[in-house]
């Protein structure tokens, strides 16, 4: 992906992006960034990432919020915690990832069949259905709707391994009381405790 090269303007940036990415991620901390650049130097996936997890930080606190948003290194992190474990300013960097996803995934401005966005919307949609995901329709849905789709057929010796020792079903998983389920879901769309 070749990132274009512009000046960005005082007044293209939003200041209420590093507000809204503490309250999502839950990190008031993002602040105390020094740029020292343990997060990146950390990262086991940084060499793939367009931008390093301390460039990331830095873009947040600045109020760069579609080139955070969309970059690839969001959906890059691996969730090891690694970066967090190791800043020495205590910042939850993975929550921060966590949230720009989510953030990404609202505005949809992440890569469209990109697999991790499509995993989500997908877990998403089965359990709000069924309350429980089940593994194997999981997947069906994610190659079906992300990936080549005949690239299950080489999936297929390990799904067949995993459904004959118990590990996989062909059953949908589902709970009792599915109206209950759907009264809570709605109560959080409102924001209703």
Same mark, same amino acid.
């Given at each position: 992906?070749?990132?274009?090269?512009?000046?960005?303007?005082?007044?293209?940036?939003?200041?209420?992006?590093?507000?809204e990415?503490?309250?999502?991620?839950d990190?008031?901390? $993002?602040?105390? #960034?020094?740029? @020292?650049? /343990? +997060?990146?130097?950390? !990262? &086991?996936?940084?060499?793939?990432?367009?931008?390093p997890?301390?460039?990331?930080?830095a873009m947040?606190?600045?109020g760069?919020?579609?080139?955070?948003?969309?970059?690839?290194? $969001?959906?890059? #992190?691996?969730? @090891?915690? /690694? +970066?967090q474990?190791? !800043? &020495?300013?205590?910042?939850?960097?993975?929550?921060?990832?966590?949230?720009?996803?989510?953030?990404?995934?609202?505005k949809?401005?992440?890569?469209?069949?990109?697999?991790?966005?499509?995993?989500?919307?997908e877990?998403?949609?089965?359990?709000?259905?069924?309350?429980?995901?089940?593994?194997?329709?999981?997947?069906?849905?994610?190659?079906?709707k992300?990936?080549?789709?005949f690239?299950?057929?080489?999936?297929?010796?390990?799904?067949l391994?995993l459904?004959?020792t118990?590990?996989?079903?062909l059953?949908?998983?589902?709970?009792?009381?599915?109206?209950?389920?759907?009264?809570?879901?709605?109560?959080?769309?409102?924001?209703?405790?």
């Amino acid at each position: 992906m070749k990132i274009p090269k512009r000046v960005k303007y005082e007044e293209e940036l939003d200041p209420f992006f590093l507000d809204e990415i503490k309250k999502m991620s839950d990190c008031q901390e $993002i602040d105390a #960034c020094i740029q @020292c650049g /343990t +997060c990146s130097s950390s !990262c &086991p996936m940084s060499v793939y990432m367009d931008h390093p997890p301390r460039k990331i930080i830095a873009m947040v606190k600045n109020g760069f919020v579609d080139e955070t948003l969309r970059s690839l290194t $969001i959906w890059l #992190c691996p969730s @090891c915690y /690694t +970066c967090q474990v190791r !800043c &020495p300013a205590k910042i939850k960097i993975t929550d921060v990832m966590y949230a720009l996803k989510r953030k990404a995934i609202e505005k949809k401005v992440y890569p469209s069949r990109f697999s991790i966005p499509v995993l989500d919307r997908e877990m998403s949609r089965i359990i709000a259905k069924h309350g429980r995901n089940s593994e194997l329709w999981l997947i069906l849905g994610l190659y079906l709707k992300s990936l080549n789709p005949f690239g299950m057929l080489k999936m297929a010796p390990l799904g067949l391994k995993l459904m004959k020792t118990g590990r996989m079903s062909l059953r949908r998983e589902s709970i009792k009381n599915k109206k209950q389920l759907k009264s809570l879901l709605n109560a959080l769309k409102e924001g209703t405790p």
